[in-house]
């Protein structure tokens, strides 16, 4: 058995995982709140090979390593940059926390992205029409002539005299817990350790960005395709190899 050969595969299977990270941040570099995607590479050793097996003196002069490659998956929490919109509806968290926003299904979801709007019925949702929550656990629904939202730095939201709740803004104490779902959402397990922000700091007619470089992004992609092409190259000239002692033996 050709231990190369095996290396080689195991490598082109974490570059595939890597490439369709790098992939995915690229398509959402332009969302609000995304949190990028990386992968981590590991290796492992799966016991010892005999490098000539018909050698008179065995030995550990004659045993290599199989090391193999793993891709770890994981997410790049650090803050993205925070841009003006001034749209009313915009709001950013500067530090930590995330928004609490509420699935069809009465699940809770969590995200950075703080790109509201208004349902027919003068509910505040996000961009993905879920409804966004308030530390009371309550929708926000918006009074038809109340005048301007204004939306103070701790969250609370009003219209003129009138307070419409406290926007709940949670944070985890182990984000690696977090559950990443369709664009810039996660779900949260019981691991996560979630507790109130009390005192949150929020920017109205401001965005956070994602924190992807589309540029770092591109390079990775090449570095990807470089390493690929030498995987590649590996397996072929084993296989060729092995031809010619499959020929050779007849």
């Known amino acids: 058995m050709n231990i190369g050969l095996y290396q080689s595969a195991s490598s082109l299977s974490a570059l595939e995982r890597w490439q369709d990270a790098v992939a995915q941040n690229i398509t959402s570099s332009q969302t609000s709140g995304y949190r990028k995607r990386t992968v981590e590479f590991s290796s492992e050793v799966a016991g010892k090979w005999n490098v000539d097996p018909e050698a008179k003196n065995g030995g550990a002069e004659n045993e290599i390593n199989a090391v193999f490659t793993h891709a770890n998956s994981g997410i790049n929490f650090q803050n993205g940059e925070t841009q003006p919109t001034r749209r009313e509806l915009d709001v950013a968290i500067q530090g930590d926390g995330f928004f609490e926003v509420r ?66 803004i949670q944070r985890f104490a182990n984000l690696a817990a977090l559950v990443p779902t369709a664009g810039d959402m996660f779900l949260a397990t019981p691991g996560a350790g979630k507790s109130v922000v009390d005192e949150p700091e929020i920017i109205q ?22 390493a690929y092409e030498a995987n590649q190259k590996i397996i072929t000239s084993v296989d060729q190899q092995m031809q010619k002692t499959l020929d050779a033996l007849g």
């Open 205 to 226: 007619g401001y965005l956070e960005q994602s924190n992807v470089q589309p540029l770092r992004e591109m390079v990775d992609l090449v570095l990807i395709s470089r």
């Open 103 to 168: 699935k069809p299904d009465g699940a809770m979801a969590y995200t950075r992205s703080g790109e509201f709007r208004l349902r027919p019925d003068r509910t505040l949702v996000n961009s993905a029409n879920l409804e966004v929550m308030t530390d009371g656990g309550n929708p926000i629904v918006l009074l038809p002539n109340g005048g301007p939202l204004n939306i103070n730095d701790d969250g609370t939201l009003s219209q003129g005299t009138t307070v419409l709740g406290k926007l709940s």
